[in-house]
């Protein structure tokens, strides 16, 4: 690759920077243009990215990058001047541009010293550029009509299992045998199968009535690479783009343009047009604001997360101090510059915060594009919808919930939603809707993943369970719908028919529930047979700086995450009672399982508080699972920082990490969601006690 040999290595990171988010503006604009072609702004926007890329890279010297973005301006040019109006192949034709860029970027740090073959996109630009506007000058040209024996002719193929393509195909304007071109290529395509229809026609091509357009629609038993090969082998041919042609689609007089185009585009002839476009200079670059490496960000918490600790140990000490000295002069005025470090510490943790916080849009920027492509390859019609990407989320947790994502919008596309012949049938719209949406709540963020498809059907579940093995035929009939719907989350769990390069290996959402626990966060799903399925995630804004409830059991101290804490209960021997061999609470008509957290731990020696009249039960919820963990007693609120446990320990079933506390003693943070799984895969006991009457708690705390 050829870069100005005289750029800087600063130079060429402020370059791939802005390269990165220009590619990730046309990324989702582009798939936006589809949906709002008649969208000045956003036509506006996405040529403005495209020149801005085209000038950055002839700055260092990539000419390949702007050679080709350049063509990508040309094509946004017309449509911005409303010569040409954006339909499906004109977005496939970006799109296939827009990952050659991608592909050029990635170039830049690679030790591979190849070179991507521009060729194939440019010429594809141009084929739509060609032949949009000769659909302008001829509409002749560009009607297909099937009469009665073309119909005959379909029909027959058809039956015949032949492939039938559409074939649109680009002349050089240059070329002064055009009719000779077309009839070149009726005689190619009927060598390699049969020519139903063709715009123009036969005799109009004798008559040489004929602009730079030709299309065609072909019945063939080879393959579209095939079939394209042929057409551009001949002189003069500047474009092809070969798609499975749609009957009803063509019927309904809208081109026949097919979602899954093929972008393999060959051309001998790459010209670009010599004269550019100018374009209204962009505004000035906002000098009051800077860009930060995510390094600085990540080194600035740590130093935050050390004075939050001390935070916590000055203000101890000072408590102990101000008791052991009570009015001494010195201690008083220790107190209040104490407290003022305190309070400049929790305003600088704040600021800190608010830094680190990114608009969760960042990924949800990536998905529409991922949602169209998945679309177009299963031959279904989504409408992809996305609310709340202004929502914010800690940096740390952006990328860690990208992948879980990512699994659920997969499976939306290839599980939930149904073909359109499929929704039609069952009085649906043809076009499917997934949504996804994220919104703030208290602590929380939550983000939901929804569709209008299917949905779930617990019997089909229940079938595959049995079937791999997980639960016996017993166990599936005394089980409700709800649980056997959760079933789906085991590992290796799937009712797909069969695998596909989406999904249906039994892999994906045990994978996904599993990395949403690993934040601190619980996966939900509600389903409706012939209606659809939602997946909600519930996420914590942050995990590095939490609140939380210090209590002790077994006489180890544990911290609480204060979002997952309901209530805390004073409660007796007899407030607990025993069902199934598992110990049970009654509150507000749920039965909440009981978990003593000392000897879930493996405490040695029981705390005497644990089974005396002054037993403490704190209530806490996962998702929509609840547990009471049955603690020795309540210390305190705190503001924690929260500290891997380290690859020394490993993962320990139920712990979320560790603090350090003001005195410096060390605290462990449970994991809520494990212990709530702890509690309900509890094994059975042989005894079963009938339920006896509970006397109302008595509350603690709220």
């Given at each position: 690759m050829n870069l100005d040999p005289d750029i800087t290595p600063e130079e060429l990171k402020v370059f791939l920077e802005e390269t990165e988010e220009q590619i990730e503006l046309l990324d989702e604009d582009i798939v936006k243009l589809e949906k709002e072609g008649g969208n000045?702004?956003?036509?506006?926007?996405?040529?403005?990215?495209?020149?801005?890329?085209?000038?950055?890279?002839?700055?260092?010297?990539h000419l390949s990058m702007a050679e080709l973005t350049h063509s990508m301006e040309s094509l946004l040019d017309k449509i911005r001047n409303g010569d040409i109006a954006v339909n499906t192949k004109i977005i496939d034709a970006l799109l296939y541009g827009l990952d050659a860029i991608k592909v050029l970027k990635e170039e830049i740090t690679s030790t591979d010293n190849g070179e991507l073959d521009i060729k194939p996109a440019i010429a594809m630009l141009q084929a739509v550029i060609g032949a949009e506007e000769s659909q302008e000058q001829a509409v002749i040209e560009s009607t297909l009509f099937l009469d009665g024996s073309a119909r005959d002719s379909l029909q027959t193929a058809l039956a015949g299992g032949h492939n039938i393509y559409h074939l649109d195909i680009a002349i050089d304007k240059a070329s002064e045998w055009a009719a000779i071109r077309c009839v070149q290529c009726l005689n190619e395509a009927a060598r390699i199968g049969e020519v139903i229809s063709s715009a123009p026609t036969a005799d109009q091509i004798d008559e040489e009535e004929v602009g730079f357009n030709l299309k065609i629609i072909l019945a063939s038993t080879e393959d579209k690479d095939t079939v394209e090969g042929v057409v551009t082998s001949i002189t003069d041919i500047v474009g092809v783009i070969v798609t499975d042609y749609d009957q009803e689609e063509e019927e309904q007089g809208d081109g026949g343009e097919d979602k899954s185009v093929e972008t393999s585009l060959e051309t001998s002839d790459t010209n670009l047009p010599a004269k550019e476009k100018t374009v209204q200079q962009e505004s000035p670059q906002n000098l009051q604001s800077v860009r930060v490496d995510v390094k600085v960000l990540d080194n600035l918490m740590?130093?935050?997360?050390?004075?939050?600790?001390?935070?916590?140990?000055?203000?101890?000490?000072?408590?102990?101090?101000?008791?052991?000295?009570?009015?001494?002069?010195?201690?008083?005025?220790?107190?209040?510059?104490?407290?003022?470090?305190?309070?400049?510490?929790?305003?600088?943790?704040?600021?800190?915060?608010?830094?680190?916080?990114?608009?969760?849009?960042?990924?949800?920027?990536?998905?529409?594009?991922?949602?169209?492509?998945?679309?177009?390859?299963?031959?279904?019609?989504?409408?992809?919808?996305?609310?709340?990407?202004?929502?914010?989320?800690?940096?740390?947790?952006?990328?860690?919930?990208?992948?879980?994502?990512?699994?659920?919008?997969?499976?939306?596309?290839?599980?939930?939603?149904?073909?359109?012949?499929?929704?039609?049938?069952?009085?649906?719209?043809?076009?499917?809707?997934?949504?996804?949406?994220?919104?703030?709540?208290?602590?929380?963020?939550?983000?939901?993943?929804?569709?209008?498809?299917?949905?779930i059907t617990a019997g089909k579940v229940k079938a595959s369970a049995v079937k791999k093995g997980f639960i016996s035929a017993e166990k599936a009939a005394s089980i409700t719908d709800s649980d056997a719907i959760n079933l789906i989350f085991m590992a290796g769990m799937s009712t797909a028919k069969k695998a596909t390069e989406v999904s249906g290996r039994g892999v994906g959402l045990d994978i996904v529930r599993s990395n949403v626990e690993n934040l601190g966060g619980s996966l939900l799903l509600e389903t409706k047979?012939?209606?659809?399925?939602?997946?909600?995630?519930?996420?914590?804004?942050?995990?590095?700086?939490?609140?939380?409830?210090?209590?002790?059991?077994?006489?180890?101290?544990?911290?609480?995450?204060?979002?997952?804490?309901?209530?805390?209960?004073?409660?007796?021997?007899?407030?607990?009672?025993?069902?199934?061999?598992?110990?049970?609470?009654?509150?507000?008509?749920?039965?909440?399982?009981?978990?003593?957290?000392?000897?879930?731990?493996?405490?040695?020696?029981?705390?005497?508080?644990?089974?005396?009249?002054?037993?403490?039960?704190?209530?806490?919820?996962?998702?929509?699972?609840?547990?009471?963990?049955?603690?020795?007693?309540?210390?305190?609120?705190?503001?924690?920082?929260?500290?891997?446990?380290?690859?020394?320990?490993?993962?320990?079933?139920?712990?979320?990490?560790?603090?350090?506390?003001?005195?410096?003693?060390?605290?462990?943070?449970?994991?809520?969601?494990?212990?709530?799984?702890?509690?309900?895969?509890?094994?059975?006991?042989?005894?079963?006690?009938?339920?006896?009457?509970?006397?109302?708690?008595?509350?603690?705390?709220?």
């Amino acid at each position: 690759m050829n870069l100005d040999p005289d750029i800087t290595p600063e130079e060429l990171k402020v370059f791939l920077e802005e390269t990165e988010e220009q590619i990730e503006l046309l990324d989702e604009d582009i798939v936006k243009l589809e949906k709002e072609g008649g969208n000045s702004d956003l036509i506006q926007e996405i040529f403005r990215a495209a020149h801005t890329l085209k000038g950055s890279s002839a700055m260092v010297g990539h000419l390949s990058m702007a050679e080709l973005t350049h063509s990508m301006e040309s094509l946004l040019d017309k449509i911005r001047n409303g010569d040409i109006a954006v339909n499906t192949k004109i977005i496939d034709a970006l799109l296939y541009g827009l990952d050659a860029i991608k592909v050029l970027k990635e170039e830049i740090t690679s030790t591979d010293n190849g070179e991507l073959d521009i060729k194939p996109a440019i010429a594809m630009l141009q084929a739509v550029i060609g032949a949009e506007e000769s659909q302008e000058q001829a509409v002749i040209e560009s009607t297909l009509f099937l009469d009665g024996s073309a119909r005959d002719s379909l029909q027959t193929a058809l039956a015949g299992g032949h492939n039938i393509y559409h074939l649109d195909i680009a002349i050089d304007k240059a070329s002064e045998w055009a009719a000779i071109r077309c009839v070149q290529c009726l005689n190619e395509a009927a060598r390699i199968g049969e020519v139903i229809s063709s715009a123009p026609t036969a005799d109009q091509i004798d008559e040489e009535e004929v602009g730079f357009n030709l299309k065609i629609i072909l019945a063939s038993t080879e393959d579209k690479d095939t079939v394209e090969g042929v057409v551009t082998s001949i002189t003069d041919i500047v474009g092809v783009i070969v798609t499975d042609y749609d009957q009803e689609e063509e019927e309904q007089g809208d081109g026949g343009e097919d979602k899954s185009v093929e972008t393999s585009l060959e051309t001998s002839d790459t010209n670009l047009p010599a004269k550019e476009k100018t374009v209204q200079q962009e505004s000035p670059q906002n000098l009051q604001s800077v860009r930060v490496d995510v390094k600085v960000l990540d080194n600035l918490m740590n130093i935050v997360e050390e004075l939050v600790i001390d935070r916590s140990n000055i203000s101890q000490v000072g408590k102990m101090l101000s008791i052991k000295y009570s009015g001494d002069e010195m201690v008083q005025q220790l107190a209040q510059t104490s407290d003022h470090i305190i309070k400049v510490i929790n305003e600088l943790q704040e600021r800190i915060m608010q830094v680190r916080m990114v608009p969760i849009g960042a990924i949800f920027s990536r998905f529409p594009r991922m949602v169209r492509d998945l679309a177009q390859t299963q031959k279904k019609k989504i409408d992809f919808k996305v609310v709340g990407e202004e929502t914010e989320l800690d940096r740390s947790l952006i990328e860690q919930v990208r992948d879980p994502l990512i699994h659920l919008l997969r499976n939306a596309v290839d599980h939930g939603v149904e073909l359109p012949g499929v929704r039609k049938e069952a009085h649906k719209p043809v076009t499917a809707t997934i949504c996804l949406t994220a919104e703030r709540e208290q602590s929380h963020i939550i983000i939901t993943v929804e569709d209008d498809g299917g949905g779930i059907t617990a019997g089909k579940v229940k079938a595959s369970a049995v079937k791999k093995g997980f639960i016996s035929a017993e166990k599936a009939a005394s089980i409700t719908d709800s649980d056997a719907i959760n079933l789906i989350f085991m590992a290796g769990m799937s009712t797909a028919k069969k695998a596909t390069e989406v999904s249906g290996r039994g892999v994906g959402l045990d994978i996904v529930r599993s990395n949403v626990e690993n934040l601190g966060g619980s996966l939900l799903l509600e389903t409706k047979p012939g209606h659809g399925s939602k997946f909600t995630i519930r996420l914590p804004l942050t995990v590095a700086i939490v609140q939380g409830l210090l209590l002790t059991a077994g006489g180890t101290i544990y911290v609480l995450p204060l979002p997952s804490v309901i209530e805390t209960l004073a409660v007796r021997p007899e407030d607990i009672y025993t069902i199934r061999g598992k110990e049970i609470i009654r509150r507000m008509d749920n039965l909440i399982p009981v978990m003593r957290l000392s000897a879930t731990f493996g405490s040695q020696t029981e705390n005497p508080e644990a089974t005396s009249e002054n037993g403490v039960i704190v209530i806490a919820k996962a998702g929509k699972e609840l547990v009471g963990i049955m603690v020795d007693s309540l210390m305190e609120r705190q503001e924690i920082v929260v500290k891997s446990m380290g690859k020394y320990m490993g993962d320990i079933e139920g712990i979320a990490g560790a603090t350090i506390l003001g005195d410096g003693r060390v605290a462990l943070i449970l994991d809520v969601a494990s212990l709530v799984k702890a509690a309900a895969q509890k094994d059975e006991e042989k005894r079963k006690p009938e339920i006896q009457p509970v006397p109302k708690l008595s509350t603690v705390a709220g």
